[in-house]
């Protein structure tokens, strides 16, 4: 039987995050991928232009419709932009009974855009952290969920353990928007044991899309049947080589290049920046 993952986030336009991120990182891993999209966004590699929002109901009804009839053995929550949106994939969530479920909080993306409207962060913490299996926050998102100013590897343990407190039952702060020796390195936590997550520092500007690519990684793994720590380290293996992979377009950030393995012999022949061999 084929794994079924299934990704609730919103469409990124410029095809570097969201939904678009997810489908090929699950293709990637070889589980099937399916979608509820919570909402369409103007997007390309320098910033957010417009966003629309799809009606709660019509999220909960692509759930519903997915996890009735397919199945799903793992899932993933994007950008779920407001509220009624949060608590509307919250219910269903519970409802259909998917408990490998990994809450990548979006709220602000790797170029500094705010991703979320403000009343929804306490939603956020109310209904959806306490169903995490796994929370993914980055640095910035880490701050705004516990409140400590995030500068050291100490002050991402402190918030890893704060944010356990809020009821995920494993978290992981991404170090991605860390400087000098922490970028890069990330910290988990599952209540009793702390670690440090650590590949190599890939040196790129073109890391659109890694959150979405590393949440959607761990919803695959976990839907192979992986434990949520060794889903968490293959996800990470995953993104370090999408990084190396990256695809120079566009004039802002562009987006980490999915599907390596099938150029990783020529990559330059076909636009790829090939940093390292
Ligand atoms: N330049 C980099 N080199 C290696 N890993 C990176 C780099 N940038 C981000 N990562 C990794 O990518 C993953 C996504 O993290 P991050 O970029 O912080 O998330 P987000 O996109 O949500 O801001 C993490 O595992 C992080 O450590
Ligand atoms: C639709 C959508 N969802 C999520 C992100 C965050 O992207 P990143 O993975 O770079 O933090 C984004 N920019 N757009």
Same mark, same amino acid.
């Given at each position: 039987m084929i794994p079924i993952a299934l990704t609730i986030a919103g469409?990124?336009?410029?095809g570097g995050a969201g939904i678009q991120a997810d489908l090929r990182t699950f293709a990637f891993h070889r589980v099937h991928g399916t979608s509820a999209l919570t909402c369409v966004t103007a997007q390309n590699t320098v910033g957010v232009n417009r966003v629309d929002a799809l009606p709660?109901?019509?999220?909960?009804?692509q759930i519903d419709a997915v996890a009735s009839d397919i199945g799903v053995q793992a899932a993933k929550t994007g950008m779920l932009l407001n509220a009624e949106i949060m608590e509307a994939v919250a219910a269903a969530v519970q409802q259909q009974d998917i408990h490998q479920l990994v809450v990548d909080p979006v709220m602000v993306s790797r170029a500094g855009v705010v991703l979320i409207d403000e009343v929804a962060i306490a939603t956020l913490k109310t209904h959806l952290l306490p169903q995490a299996l796994i929370l993914t926050p980055n640095r910035y998102e880490a701050q705004i969920l516990c409140g400590i100013k995030i500068q050291t590897l100490e002050d991402m343990q402190n918030a890893a353990q704060n944010i356990f407190d809020m009821g995920p039952k494993n978290v992981l702060v991404k170090g991605g928007g860390m400087s000098d020796t922490l970028l890069g390195i990330d910290v988990w936590f599952d209540g009793q044991q702390m670690e440090t997550l650590k590949t190599e520092t890939v040196? #790129?500007?073109?890391?659109?899309? #890694?959150g979405c690519t590393l949440s959607a990684a761990i919803a695959a793994n976990l839907a192979l049947g992986k434990s949520p720590l060794a889903a968490a380290k293959a996800a990470k293996t995953y993104v370090t080589q999408a990084l190396k992979y990256a695809l120079d377009i566009g004039q802002g950030q562009g987006p980490v290049g999915h599907w390596f393995p099938l150029v990783s012999k020529a990559p330059e022949a076909l636009g790829f920046s090939r940093l390292w061999s």
């Open positions: 469409s990124d336009s410029g709660a109901a019509a999220v909960v009804a040196a #790129t500007t073109n890391t659109h899309g #890694t």
